[in-house]
């Protein structure tokens, strides 16, 4: 795939979209529930259990380091915005580090001395800001979780969704429905893109678009040019990126 390899069905648009278009009965899925996620270190696979108690058990780090871990609970927030690769060396320290490179590089194909923790954690630094450690933020927001478990409905953990032949499949069948040369122009390359009074207009070189909406889909480079005609003060020529690879065995 040179887009994405597939998406989380964490939001009831995605899971009728799919219900409308019938791809419900094609797509495949890898629920969360029983998600299993594997890091290489030193050569071998090590599998990182996907909560925190089973995580401190597990022989990933000496136990020396898992009792530094426990530092956290005694550590202030820490201030600015720091990278990833700081704060979790701060609030866990260094032999995690491995396991969280890891992780990061997988998600976002990203440096984590790079990332800034506010931006891909959120939820996790507003725990630890509200809390002063994040463990103890986590216990308490699993106590709440439970008592509401009694009278709210269990919800079912998202699943990581694609289809058999690739996420081509779900463009192409949305494309079924529309008529090429009147509501579908392919081949046709956009020049600009231009905020009206009601909308948005989209010019190429053999015609211009209007509407009153617009997503646009493009890789973060190729969208540059676009969103720099709209906003001056963003980068106009390139912004460093990472491709991975997905392999299945």
Same mark, same amino acid.
């Given at each position: ?141 699993? /106590? #709440?979780?439970? +008592?509401? !478990?009694? %009278?709210?409905?269990?919800? *079912? ?8 032949? &690739?996420?081509? /499949? #779900?463009?192409? +069948?949305? !494309?079924? %429905?529309?008529?090429?040369? *009147? ?8 020049? &600009? ?57």
């Amino acid at each position: 795939e040179y887009g994405p390899h597939g998406f989380l069905d964490n939001c009831q648009e995605s899971r009728d979209l799919l219900t409308q278009t019938g791809l419900d009965k094609e797509c495949v899925k890898a629920p969360l529930s029983t998600f299993v996620r594997y890091v290489c270190i030193g050569g071998k696979l090590q599998m990182i259990p996907q909560s925190p108690l089973k995580i401190i058990k597990a022989p990933l780090i000496p136990w020396r380091d898992k009792v530094k871990v426990l530092g956290d609970l005694f550590k202030k927030p820490l201030g600015g915005e720091p990278t990833v690769a700081k704060w979790a060396d701060y609030r866990f320290g260094k032999a995690l580090l491995p396991y969280v490179d890891a992780v990061f590089t997988g998600t976002y194909a990203g440096d984590y001395n790079e990332l800034k923790i506010d931006a891909v954690m959120p939820g996790v630094r507003a725990l630890e800001k509200q809390y002063g450690s994040v463990i103890r933020g986590a216990i308490v927001k699993a /106590r #709440l979780a439970k +008592k509401q !478990a009694t %009278s709210v409905k269990k919800l *079912e953990m998202p699943a990581m969704t694609s289809f058999p032949g &690739g996420m081509q /499949r #779900l463009t192409d +069948k949305l !494309a079924e %429905s529309l008529s090429p040369g *009147e509501n579908l122009f392919l081949n046709t390359q956009a020049s &600009g893109v231009t905020k009206t009074a009601s909308g948005w207009q989209v010019t190429s070189s053999t015609a211009s678009f209007n509407c009153r909406n617009i997503v646009l889909a493009l890789p973060l480079n190729q969208a540059l040019p676009f969103l720099g005609m709209l906003d001056s003060s963003l980068p106009s020529t390139h912004i460093p990126e990472a491709w991975i690879a997905t392999v299945v065995f």
